[in-house]
């Protein structure tokens, strides 16, 4: 059974600094493609940032230069760093797996986000 689980959401101020995790299990993490997206209140969900297996990285223009994708396949997991929030940041934030970035397969339940101006 295919597992992603997310962690590391919460309040944090205008400015200010989270890093969400993703743990993968009943996959073969190192070949699968992995990618963080968000869903704002209202709004559909979008991609914030993919890595591919290789390890190359894919952003949003909306988070370039704020926002850091990796990926550590020892241990089965998925990270993106947020820096410099901003109040427009705030939504649930998903893992995702898939074969390739353009074909995400499976799918956590999300982590809040939410930042205060």
């Known amino acids: 059974q295919v597992q992603l689980v997310e962690s590391g959401g919460g309040l944090v101020q205008a400015g200010g600094s989270l890093r969400l995790s993703c743990a993968a299990s009943?996959?073969?993490?190192?070949?699968?493609?992995m990618g963080w997206y968000r869903q704002a209140p209202g709004k559909q969900r979008d991609v914030v940032a993919r890595?591919?297996?290789?390890?190359?990285?894919i952003y949003a223009d909306s988070v370039k230069g704020r926002f850091t994708i990796s990926r550590d396949n020892a241990k089965n997991t998925v990270y993106l760093q947020m820096n410099s929030l901003k109040a427009e940041d705030t939504a649930v934030y998903y893992c995702?797996?898939?074969?390739?970035?353009?074909?995400?397969?499976?799918w956590g339940q999300g982590t809040q986000v939410t930042v205060s101006s």
């Open positions: 890595i591919t297996i290789g390890g190359s990285t």
């Open positions: 009943g996959i073969r993490f190192s070949i699968n493609a």
């Open positions: 995702a797996a898939g074969p390739f970035i353009a074909t995400m397969r499976y």
